[in-house]
């Protein structure tokens, strides 16, 4: 099976089913299937062939549905891309997977004007919304391009998406998702989740170039003919809104919407009818017991925990859907999948003892070419996570921390050494830390010590507009310290623990 093939099955059984709503925009199964078939053909026109890489920097709406489909359709790799990030960042992903095309919508397409000559390996750019004569339109494509069937012979294991990880932007990997490893992972999904047709799923800031909002939900939901609520923003009444009169019945979200849901209802009440919710998900980031707990006392609903990666192209676990999950655990391996977890050599370690998680099953083939990182991470068909966890007696598996040097926050994750690049090259900075501080709505926050060359003034204020001039604006640091010098450890590193704990007063010392 391929991505082309489930949404003809989907087209088959649910044409006139209302596939996704967008604000006041409602797309059926079968005008999905329409216009991403007028995609396709034109990309097909244009001269794309399999294999070929199209590149997307796409908020959450129909027209991203449409494209991803028009891009699998003919055999392409789409390689959905985050729309903070900033040129230089976008560079780096570009560079590497060498995209023939670029579909963007206008506001991000824009900004890229004066770079887009340098990247010689973009044939195409499609611009969506708004007028932009320099570049093809996606309008004029759904107006004049045929929706006649696509007739493409996709195999199974041809590249159906390359999701670049939240990893160091700078130092991209783009993790090889083909179509037969996708299509496994929905399958699981859905039956975890137990859905079907007669689901409406929220897809509340959740990005699509993310596998949680790609795969999890969009993906899962097409493949059951379920119907997908997309909403753009953070309002937590536009959500809670929208679950009572759509009639939601799965919501998944971050931690950190967690924290706004309960921190809304503690202020203001339930003022919204939530009772058609079956599923109250939390994937992204750590969930703290004590919130799990106040989202059931507060708003009425257990919080359903559960764990997947970019490079697992899914989730793996997911807690019992009645609720009865262990407190802090993210649950058992759902079927197809395997977890183990090993010590610094390999080797299996028995229940309760902490060590490195690894996972089997439907994922990833490789990083995009990258054959040091893919070697790496995937050892005999077991892929190392950097996640430090530990299975219990009943094969239930507790997250204890990190291998990697990795700050989350609001489920993003972020890679210090993203932003200590980008530091390093600032006039008159000698040497920068940046580490993770801990944060009771966000999870985390990025904190950066900095120590200056000798006369040298800089300003933290300073070093954070260098930073979003050059990062995309999660990342860029709420805490900024200016040193003398950074101080060392007894091995002659720098202190790191020291440093975080220096940021971390600073932080709570200027929170109100």
Excluded at 58 to 77: E, P
Excluded at 95 to 119: D, F, H, S, T
Excluded at 135 to 162: F, G, R
Excluded at 233 to 261: C, D, W, Y
Aim: charged share 20%.
């Amino acid at each position: 099976m391929n991505l082309k093939k489930m949404l003809d099955t989907s087209v088959s059984l649910y044409a006139d089913k209302t596939a996704i709503i967008c604000g006041d925009n409602r797309m059926s199964y079968a005008e999905l299937d329409a216009e991403s078939n007028r995609i396709a053909n034109k990309l097909l026109a244009l001269g794309i062939k399999k294999g070929d890489r199209v590149a997307m920097l796409m908020l959450n709406d129909t027209q991203f549905v449409s494209i991803f489909f028009g891009i699998v359709k003919c055999g392409a790799a789409a390689v959905p891309l985050d729309t903070k990030y900033k040129p230089n960042e976008l560079e780096c992903m570009l560079g590497q997977c060498r995209p023939a095309v670029l579909i963007g919508e206008n506001q991000y397409v824009k900004p890229l004007a004066e770079l887009l000559p340098q990247w010689n390996y973009i044939k195409h750019v499609i611009s969506v919304g708004g007028e932009n004569g320099d570049y093809l339109s996606y309008e004029e494509i759904i107006n004049k391009s045929p929706a006649i069937a696509i007739d493409v012979c996709i195999d199974e294991e041809d590249t159906a998406c390359i999701a670049y990880t939240s990893g160091p932007a700078l130092k991209p990997k783009g993790a090889v998702l083909p179509h037969s490893r996708l299509v496994k992972s929905i399958e699981t999904s859905a039956a975890g989740f137990r859905q079907s047709e007669k689901d409406v799923v929220m897809l509340f800031a959740l990005p699509m170039h993310h596998i949680v909002g790609l795969i999890i939900i969009l993906l899962t939901s097409i493949y059951k003919g379920s119907t997908v609520v997309m909403l753009s923003g953070l309002s937590i009444n536009s959500l809670m809104q929208s679950i009572e009169e759509e009639k939601a019945t799965i919501f998944i979200g971050v931690p950190f919407i967690h924290r706004l849901i309960v921190k809304k209802v503690i202020e203001e009440g339930l003022e919204h009818d939530l009772s058609s919710l079956r599923i109250c998900g939390s994937i992204g980031a750590p969930l703290p017991i004590e919130l799990a707990r106040r989202f059931e006392k507060h708003v009425g609903f257990k919080l359903i925990n559960f764990y997947g990666l970019t490079e697992t192209t899914s989730h793996v676990t997911c807690q019992s859907l009645n609720g009865n999950g262990k407190p802090g655990s993210v649950g058992r391996a759902l079927p197809g999948w395997e977890i183990r977890v090993v010590d610094d050599a390999g080797c299996e370690l028995p229940p309760n003892q902490s060590g490195e998680v690894v996972i089997k099953g439907p994922i990833m083939s490789s990083y995009y070419e990258n054959e040091g990182d893919t070697t790496a991470m995937i050892k005999q068909g077991w892929l190392y996570t950097s996640d430090i966890g530990r299975l219990d007696e009943d094969g239930c598996l507790f997250l204890e921390g990190l291998k990697k040097d990795m700050v989350i926050t609001k489920g993003q994750n972020i890679y210090p050494s993203d932003i200590e690049s980008v530091l390093a090259g600032y006039p008159g900075v000698e040497s920068v830390v940046a580490v993770g501080i801990p944060d009771k709505m966000r999870g985390e926050v990025v904190g950066v010590a900095v120590a200056l060359k000798k006369g040298i003034t800089v300003t933290p204020q300073q070093i954070k507009k260098h930073c979003l001039k050059h990062l995309a604006n999660y990342k860029i640091p709420k805490q900024v310290i200016i040193l003398n010098s950074l101080p060392l450890a007894n091995s002659g590193n720098i202190d790191r623990r020291e440093i975080a704990g220096l940021l971390a007063a600073a932080y709570a010392a200027d929170q109100p």
